[in-house]
T-cell receptor, first 118, second 114 residues
Framework: GAVVSQHPSWVICKSGTSVKIECRSL??????MFWYRQFPKQSLMLMAT?????????EQGVEKDKFLINHASLTLSTLTVTSAHPEDSSFYIC??????????????FGDGTRLSIL | AQKVTQAQTEISVVEKEDVTLDCVYE???????LFWYKQPPSGELVFLIR??????QNEISGRYSWNFQKSTSSFNFTITASQVVDSAVYFC???????????FGAGTRLTVKP
């Protein structure tokens, strides 16, 4: 079945560091990928929608300059947390939708990235 | 606006008990999709079911069953004869529109004790 690979699975770094998280669709092409953030014991909140070849669409309250999204190919989207601070520590999950067929194909989720900023 | 409400924050049952997780949704769209995901302690999301708004048939998959009722905007999930391995956080989610971004409920943490 469809697989979405997210890397790295765990990051610990110092405050002020920029961290890049990759989301790859391994066996399908995805014109649209989604980035979610989940704080401990909370739900997943959509941060942004990543569109291949165009700018990402950010949800209200999400700083686009803080969370840089690049979707340069049909199989890869990256999220860069710039100048990360402890409050950015969270679980980040990406998802992708197979572009073939009906637009309402289900999303496939990556396994998530635990980001801890010291 | 879309909204998903999972009123049960935490549920604790003893193994072999049946348990129902509630999900109520809000949307003005007539075409939408509802989902249930399981999130074990390891963090990954495990897809359980997707149901579109035009299919109100209930579904059973092994010990899992889902009851979709548009009249009450509910999509409840029942686990029969629960097992310790069912312990996880369960999310109900709603997807509408062309872009399919998903709105998640707050989640229900299910603990099944031996």
């Amino acid at each position: 079945g469809a697989v979405v690979s997210q890397h790295p699975s765990w990051v610990i770094c110092k405050s002020g560091t920029s961290v890049k998280i990759e989301c790859r669709s391994l066996d399908f092409q995805a014109t649209t990928m989604f980035w979610y953030r989940q704080f401990p014991k909370q739900s997943l909140m959509l941060m942004a929608t990543s569109n291949e070849g165009s700018k990402a669409t950010y949800e209200q309250g999400v700083e686009k300059d803080k969370f840089l999204i690049n979707h340069a190919s049909l199989t890869l989207s990256t999220l860069t947390v710039t100048s990360a601070h402890p409050e950015d520590s969270s679980f980040y999950i990406c998802s992708a939708r197979d572009q073939k067929g009906n637009i309402n194909q289900p999303q496939h989720f990556g396994d998530g990235t635990r980001l801890s900023i010291l | 606006a879309q909204k998903v409400t999972q009123a049960q924050t935490e549920i604790s049952v003893v193994e072999k008990e049946d348990v129902t997780l509630d999900c109520v949704y809000e949307t003005r769209d007539t075409t939408y999709y509802l989902f249930w995901y399981k999130q074990p302690p390891s963090g990954e999301l495990v897809f359980l079911i997707r149901r579109n708004s035009f299919d109100e048939q209930n579904e059973i998959s092994g010990r899992y069953s889902w009851n979709f009722q548009k009249s009450t905007s509910s999509f409840n999930f029942t686990i029969t004869a629960s097992q310790v391995v069912d312990s996880a956080v369960y999310f109900c989610a709603l997807s509408v529109g062309n872009n399919n971004d998903m709105r998640f409920g707050a989640g229900t943490r299910l603990t099944v004790k031996p």
